[in-house]
């Protein structure tokens, strides 16, 4: 069913030429060790186990889903799965971004990054399984007790347990301070908890000895809202004091959802029927210690978006240089054949390119993001370390949803090169689409995350991390201005920032007036955020491509018509977006809910 290959070279070109990630790396003591040479060989070991054990997992998967067995309480994963996971968890796979303290590798999560863009292009309902549970590691790792963290990091990072988050409930999704489980104190300093959650993905399945669950409850007389929420570690088996597995706990899987796509995770309801559970962190401060968590799923399912564009791009291109249909326009192109290929019209060659164009600006993106966690995690000097955790709290938001966005563009244009072959199941296009659906709403849809960048990360925050990102894109703008063969892409770049900063004082001046203001800009402003760190992204990776262009490596040529086509076709709809976060609240609100 269609094909898959690591995009090696352009990640290569990304880690390498682009971020220079082994100059940055050898900054920080954690990682100064990881050469080009290391890099390289786990890149290519990926590819193999990507390529050649997940992505034929992929359509099976789809086709045969998660099965229930509402007697037994279990839930049994598509054919080949487990398997898969055995290989993954052998192969030493969880461990590669983890603390050595716990057993892990120790590479840099900007390697680790790469790693996950080709799971999520093999297999994105697979590697929820394992993704899940690296959130559920970092989440344990900030705030769990030197106690839970002996108890469970170690088999969070060999991948033998993996880990879910348990937030919804049937009335609660993104309005968490409306939840209702309950947590009752025991006197051996455990709690007993109670209550029903659901959505909650890897929830139960048959991949792993066990399952860690992080819950949000509330404890007795916690304040309402948000501020009484607390987060407790619930294993599925209650491990014993050697560390294996021991008593059954009681929190089951009452049914599994039938959905849209991403049919091989299990998506549960989970019922916790007295559950045994301990507290992570304070009680009431839940939320805090969740949000590490659910900072590394954001990331995590723009990771999901972006594998999903890579994959449907290249089997679109693939079935575009194959498919026979009609004449070019300006005159025949195959003239052995009976009809053109379809990458020589116009219209096709828009779909491709704006997959394409999606797929390297998101691999930048996600690179540059990953590489300025490991800075700040591990650089010695604290003002750099404080400098990447805001430019990381800044660009999360824009991630999650921005990409989520642009994959399900990009997956749609990829699926319309197939004509009514990217409709039907037989080519595999429509599960891209079909799965690609889910990455704009879980996880804080991406309404949220735009509310999230303009309402918290800029405006609560007088801008100052946005300013500080800006001033990086200013600097860059002025040490290149005035070369000429850049004026095509740093031209239109100043530009955006410009209007940018003009869009963020308008909008933070309407909203003292009226904060409905926030709500109706922020969808379009955090576009035009994207777009303005694309256009930072593409115009050096022009340049780059500018200087080597002479060098004979068609790859160069290739970035450089790319970035050009994005400037042309994708960056223009800044304009729009800037008229449409412009245009007020009033056009939203004036209407009485009555008179819809
Ligand atoms: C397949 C799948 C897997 C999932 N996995 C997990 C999981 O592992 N763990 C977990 O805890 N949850 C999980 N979820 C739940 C998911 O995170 C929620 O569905 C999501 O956060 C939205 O919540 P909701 O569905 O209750 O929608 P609601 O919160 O009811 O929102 C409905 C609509 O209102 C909008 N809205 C809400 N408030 C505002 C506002 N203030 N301003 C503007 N618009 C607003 C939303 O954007 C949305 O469009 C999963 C869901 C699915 C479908």
Redesign the pocket.
Known sequence: MGQYVAPIRDMQFVLHEFLKVEEHLKELPAHAETDAEIINAVLEEGAKFTSEVLFPLNHSGDREGCHHDAEAKTVTTPKGYKEAYKQYVEGGWAALACDPEYGGQGLPVVLNNSFYEMLNSSNQAWTMYPG?SHGAYECLKEHGTEEQKKTYLPKLVSGEWTG?????EPH????LGLLRSKAIPNDDGSWTITGN?I???AGEHDMADNILHLVLARVPDAPEGSKGISLFLVPKFLPNADGSVGERNPIFCGAI?E?MG?HGNS?CQMNLDGAKGWIIGQPNKGLNAMFVFMNAARLGVGMQSLGLTEVAYQNALVYAKDRLQMRSLSGVKAPDKPADPIIVHPDVRRMLLTAKAYAEAGRAFTSYVALQIDRELNHPDEEVRKEAADEVALLTPIVKAFITDNGWIATSEAMQVYGGHGYIAEWGMEQYVRDAR?NM?????N??QS?DLLGRKILMDNGAKLRKFGEKIRAYVEDNGTDEAMSEFITPLADLGDKLTKLTMEIGMKAFQNPDEV?AAAVPYLRVAGHLVYSYFFAQMAQIALAKQDSGDKFYEAKLQTARFYFARLYPETAMLIRQARSGAANLMALDADLF
């Open positions: 899940l879910t988050m348990c937030l919804t609660c999704g993104t309005d959650k959505f909650i993905s959802e959905k991403i998506t889910i709403i879980y996880e804080g849809t309404t949220v509310l709500g």
